[in-house]
């Protein structure tokens, strides 16, 4: 009886680890700029199951799911008035909703070289909202502004940039005028404390060359930028 129930037991315990894999672990993150990513991983320490992001009010910014680190089914974007600012399918790989008033707070150019494909490339876009695409980056936006010209306690306005010349090929710097002349700098990505994806402009099933302005204003404290930093740790 015993040489039987052995493996009698091996076999339970298998069908059990198929029927009930590992739980998931849900973890939380104060990002830099106050906001709070709450996500989940596996047993294998990979993304998994709901992921979601709430601003400083505590209203969900950004949420949708992860299937073993990858995106998956329907992602929502808020504004932050609660109102949905975008809805993607990542299985689908498609837009299935716009807010196309708070789009317009963005300006978009198709800058590849192709004539044609910069007459007709779709819009280049991040998923999430410009609410917050402009609160992540103009934390980032603030570590690499330069001292010589900084000023305390008045808000300084800039253009964040980004350059999208593919999915996984995102770049972004910092316009700003003082006195009449313009200045640069690139933000560094490892000051961006959040992934932005992006779905890029593209003519005839090709990825193009696009950029993405949007104009805000940033602010520093009397202290300093009382900037946080924040690193990954699942």
Known sequence: MKAIAFPIMITGALIAAIINPGELVQKTKVLADNSRVTYNVNDKNKLDGA???????????????????????????FNSDKTVFMRYNYDLK????????????AE??????NDEAAKNASAPLPVCSIDQYLS???????????????????????TIVAKIKSSKDVSYAVN???KGVLYAYTINNRDIDLNIDWIPSTYNGKEVEAEFKVPTKIIFNENGSGMKRFVWNY
């Not at 992921?51 to 974007?77: D, H, I, P």
Request: hydrophobic share 35%; no cysteine.
């Open 108 to 113: 978009i150019s198709i800058t590849d070289k």
């Open 51 to 77: 992921y979601f992001v709430e601003n400083t009010q505590r209203n969900v910014w950004l949420r949708g799911t992860y299937k073993e680190e990858k995106k998956s089914g329907n992602w929502y974007a």
């Open 136 to 158: 992540i980056l103009g934390q980032a936006a603030k570590v690499g502004y330069p001292k010589e010209n900084l000023v305390y306690n008045q808000p300084i306005d800039i």
């Open 94 to 105: 498609k837009m299935l909703y716009l807010d196309t008033v708070a789009i317009k707070k």
């Open 176 to 178: 700003y005028t003082i």
